[in-house]
């Protein structure tokens, strides 16, 4: 993979020159390189977290139970969302953080270049913790992986084998590294931004990150104390979460919520920033409404902290509470219409055209726009009363996670992908990948909503027969949007490879300081700052 | 594009304030455990029920609740109910499923506990109550609760319960569910039963 | 803007302008239509 820095034509190939082969990418501190080390590891875990949910879509194709026992099948749905939002979307965030935002903003490199390296290397260790009990059950092993799912509810938690034990040591690791990448972040903007770049002039991707960078300071310590908490009651005798020793299981939800909420937007507001840049670069317009959008992403990171127990409106809240946590979940609506707006706004009247970035960020906002509208009718408490834990919420949060996050993620690769290797991806798989992720995404996700309103809950490997049909056109929905994400891997390893070569300005329509590097960029790029006027 | 050299900067100042908000969030998370029971207990949120006579006992109890505090205009379904946690070999019911109660008048009723190990065991029971806004009117006078209970080998007791719905509780409210939960104690530090006790 | 040639004529972006705008427009009217639509469903 090391394509990016060979072709430049660097006087040594091997970038700092001080190793190669493996101890290179061991001992590398440049942003280039670890951007790419985060974005490969997304990607490997986003097909392992992949698999793991077509073995769990395999297993509910048809009522009973055919593939596998219900204990194996929790492990499967818990480590899947772990995976997918700490080991995938979180580092292909940080990836494009890594690659971009000095790029952008004509710094020389991110502020803090070994504390980089080290957050990178945190995380396969951490990967590896959260999937070694399945390995270890093999060999007889305890009792396999955490099978709580992702949220570690306590009482159950606290029971569980020693599969909790696993992930919540993961999780620390990988919100340390997650807190040592926002550090890095939060200083390079502050402190690296090129001579004339105000606040009020700074790319709205680094805007973007720079929110998500504050929420995960500011949140992920709440997540490890409260994984911290369960361990102790899990090993130590305290009485956090539970009740025979004045402990107290919903405080577990309090806590583990004001993390989780906020997470979605820590997941999204990278994304968001990225949208803007696509949809003026093909729409040949400027940004609609910068100012808006900044107050926008401020807005929506303050509220975030503030309305996390709408994800628990079932579990006995007083009435006052939960008109509270229904009406601010509710305001948080009013931001995110501005920035629908605002993307819908840098489209009128513009030159478009769709190529395969272009096509993911329309179908972006598309696809999120429902996840926003499904999310409205779950923030309401008395139909929250019958959706609560059904498949609906399953299907409202996948239109976020993979219509918002993930394909938000797929638009930054294919627009930045020949920056990064100086070579155009082949527009044809493109957007074949396109197609067909959308069309199997909706055939996957959409049943889901009608499961949901039927009654079906979530969660169980079995399910009554009424469900059936929406089920099994799930799965097959689910197969093809599995399988067809190969394309996306090979699409991006043969432009890694080769292809036609990008121009500096890889799309006519593109604005901003990283296109006026070459493509791809020096291995030391901006290492004078460009003045901005 | 005129181009400059970077101007070095020290990023020390910065790093210790992000630091900070790091180790202030972690504080807060741990802090969220305290004030988390002291909202509770004011608000009753989580069916957690008022400890306001439990202090001064039964007597100090019915000094505070004269007769004309009794409103007798209207009456509440109190349901009683209990479950014994995995782990401890008893079985419990209370004496009356239900009680037709005034708001502030003084009612008793007992739970039969058995223990059915041939050994002698301590258990505590924690109480809840449904809704969570009719918690912080539900005034346990004296209850079982308040001790860890220990029952020989085989013994049944009836364990004994007084209460009071105080009047101000809201109108729309008609019935309360008192559950129990009886965890058993053993093996578990006096200090951690000890906070138990103190609601 | 441009250091490197558009591979759309000027005709080319005005005619993608224009074609944008009519289907932006219909979308707007679809809305519209589903709305005023929504107002005589009874349940
Ligand atoms: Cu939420």
């Known amino acids: 993979m090391n394509t990016a820095t060979t072709a430049n034509g660097h006087a040594n190939p091997h970038g700092d020159g001080h190793y190669s082969g493996l101890m290179r990418w061991l001992t590398t501190t440049n942003h280039k390189d670890i951007g790419t080390m985060y974005l490969t590891f997304s990607l490997i875990m986003f097909f392992v977290g992949g698999a793991m949910i077509l073995a769990v879509r395999a297993e509910l194709f048809a009522p009973g139970l055919q593939l596998m026992q219900p204990e194996f099948f929790n492990q499967l749905i818990g480590i899947h969302a772990l995976v997918m939002i700490f080991a995938a979307l979180m580092p292909a965030a940080t990836g494009f953080a890594n690659w971009m935002i000095p790029l952008m903003i004509g710094a020389p490199d991110m502020a803090l270049p070994r504390l980089n390296n080290w957050g990178f290397w945190l995380l396969p260790p951490a990967a590896i913790l959260l999937t070694m009990p399945f390995f270890l059950a093999l060999f007889g092993i305890g009792d396999g992986a955490l099978a709580t799912g992702w949220t570690f509810y306590a009482p159950l938690s606290v029971q569980g084998g020693m599969g909790v034990d696993f992930a919540i040591l993961a999780v620390h690791i990988l919100g340390i590294s997650s807190i040592m990448g926002s550090i890095n972040i939060i200083v390079t903007i502050f402190n690296m931004r090129a001579p004339g770049m105000t606040m009020m002039k700074l790319p709205l991707f680094a805007w973007g990150w720079l929110i998500t960078a504050f929420l995960l300071l500011a949140t992920l310590p709440v997540l490890a104390g409260a994984v911290t908490m369960l361990l102790t009651d899990r090993h130590f005798g305290t009485h956090f979460f539970d009740a025979a020793g004045g402990g107290d299981p919903i405080l577990f939800q309090h806590l583990f919520w004001f993390f989780g909420h906020p997470e979605v937007y820590i997941l999204l507001l990278p994304v968001w920033g990225l949208m803007p840049h696509v949809l003026a670069t093909f729409s040949r317009k400027p940004t609609y409404g910068y100012t808006a959008q900044v107050y926008a992403f401020i807005a929506i990171g303050l509220l975030s902290v503030v309305v996390w127990a709408h994800h628990f409106f079932t579990a006995g809240l007083p009435v006052p509470a939960l008109i509270y946590f229904m009406f601010s979940t509710m305001a948080i609506s009013i931001p995110l219409a501005v920035l629908f707006f605002c993307w819908i706004a840098t489209m009128w009247k513009g030159s478009m055209s769709f190529e395969t970035p272009m096509l993911f960020a329309v179908g972006f906002i598309v696809l999120f726009g429902i996840a926003g509208l499904t999310g409205l009718i779950l923030a309401d408490v008395a139909a929250d009363a019958q959706y609560h834990h059904s498949y609906f919420v399953v299907a409202h949060f996948h239109y976020a996670l993979f219509a918002g996050g993930i394909m938000g993620v797929m638009t930054g690769v294919y627009y930045w992908l020949p920056k990064w290797t100086g070579h155009m991806y082949s527009e044809k798989l493109g957007k074949l990948h396109f197609w067909l992720t959308v069309i199997s995404f909706n055939l996957t996700f959409m049943p889901q909503f009608f499961l949901g309103l039927a009654g079906m809950p979530r969660r169980i490997p079995d399910y009554a027969l009424q469900f059936a049909e929406f089920n099994a056109i799930s799965t097959v929905g689910a197969m093809i949007l599995g399988f067809s994400q190969l394309l996306f891997a090979w699409n991006i390893w043969s432009c890694v490879r080769g292809g036609p070569k990008a121009e500096a300005r890889v799309w006519e329509g593109a604005e901003g300081l990283e296109w006026e590097l070459s493509s791809p960029p020096p291995h030391h790029s901006w290492e004078t700052q460009p003045v901005i006027k | 594009m005129e181009q400059v050299q970077p101007v070095p900067r020290n990023h020390s100042r910065l790093v210790i304030k992000l630091l900070l908000l790091v180790a202030g969030a972690f504080v807060f998370a741990f802090a969220l455990v305290p004030l988390y029971n002291v909202l509770c207990e004011v608000t009753g949120f989580n069916g957690k029920t008022s400890a306001g006579f439990a202090a001064g006992g039964l007597k100090a109890g019915l000094a505070q609740a004269p007769a004309s505090r009794v409103d007798t205009g209207r009456l509440i379904r109190v349901e009683f109910t209990g479950t014994v946690m995995p782990g401890l070999p008893w079985e419990m019911r209370p004496l009356k499923v239900s009680l037709d109660v005034h708001p502030g008048e003084l009612q008793q009723i007992s739970y039969l506990v058995r223990n059915t190990a041939d050994r002698p065991i301590t258990g505590q029971a924690v109480p809840s109550v449904t809704p969570g806004q009719a918690a912080q009117h539900f005034e346990k006078i004296e209850c079982f609760c308040f001790d860890q209970q220990t029952l020989a080998p085989g013994e049944a007791q009836e364990m004994p319960l007084a209460f009071i719905v105080s009047p101000e509780v809201d109108r729309d409210i008609t019935h309360i569910t008192l559950s129990y939960a009886f965890f058993s104690i053993e093996g578990q530090r006096q200090t951690l039963s000890a906070t138990a006790e103190a609601r | ?43």
């Open chain 3, 1 to 43: 803007m441009t250091d490197q040639p558009s591979e759309f004529s000027p005709a080319d972006l005005a005619r993608r302008r224009s074609a944008a705008r009519r289907l932006a427009w219909l979308l707007g009217l679809a809305v519209v239509i589903i709305y005023v639509l929504g107002l005589f469903i009874k349940r």
